[in-house]
């Protein structure tokens, strides 16, 4: 019998062809009678490869899974908690200091014109923080205090003193250039924060 020739420069015997054919062809009754049988769509090739190269490519070449690093970041939620604890802290302390500061000047403010405080400019901060008797003048208070020296740049709320005469002055910023103060013009008033002679410098109140 005369082999058979399957391609040109490969001869195949009958028995390979047969063997070829036969595996061929088992396949495809296979794949017929599965998709009759379960009512299934054919496998995806181009998928199943997909898949297999996917799985291949995540193995080293020992056949170890390959395993991605671990990084630890430094910033982890035990060393923010406190961070952000204390920045909600400092701004509770600033959002009540503002509240203290603005509740003193409409205090001061509500009194303009108002004669009662003439020779009592201590008492009448004292009283717009809402308090009195912490000092008995003036001086007294400016020589307990943290002093500033550029009086011109008070700041909103801060105590500006004078070196009027023994007991001193002191008058309430506005943080404009102006205080709020008692003696303006023989009353509580808003005046020029240079409206006072001598003027010492300026202190946070402590109340």
């Not at 406190?82 to 600033?94: I, V, Y």
């Amino acid at each position: 019998m005369t082999a058979a020739v399957s391609s040109p420069g490969v001869v195949r015997s009958p028995q390979q062809m047969t063997a070829v054919l036969g595996v061929a062809v088992g396949a495809v009754g296979a794949a017929v009678v599965g998709t009759h049988a379960g009512g299934l769509a054919l496998p995806d090739v181009g998928a199943t490869t997909a898949e297999l190269n996917l799985a291949a490519s995540s193995t080293t070449h020992s056949g170890t899974a390959a395993v991605a690093p671990v990084t630890s970041d430094a910033t982890t939620a035990s060393a923010t908690v406190p961070e952000l604890t204390k920045a909600a802290q400092r701004q509770q302390a600033a959002q009540a200091h503002d509240q203290k500061i603005e509740g003193a000047i409409d205090r001061f403010e509500s009194r303009i014109g108002t004669t009662r405080y003439e020779g009592y400019c201590e008492r009448a901060v004292e009283n717009a923080f809402g308090t009195q008797g912490h000092y008995g003048s003036a001086i007294q208070d400016w020589h307990s205090q943290d002093q500033h020296s550029d009086w011109q740049h008070a700041p909103r709320g801060a105590m500006v003193f004078y070196n009027t005469s023994s007991n001193g002055h002191v008058a309430l910023s506005l943080g404009d250039g102006r205080v709020v103060s008692s003696s303006a013009h023989g009353r509580v008033g808003i005046v020029p924060i240079d409206h006072f002679q001598h003027p010492l410098g300026w202190a946070y109140a402590p109340y």
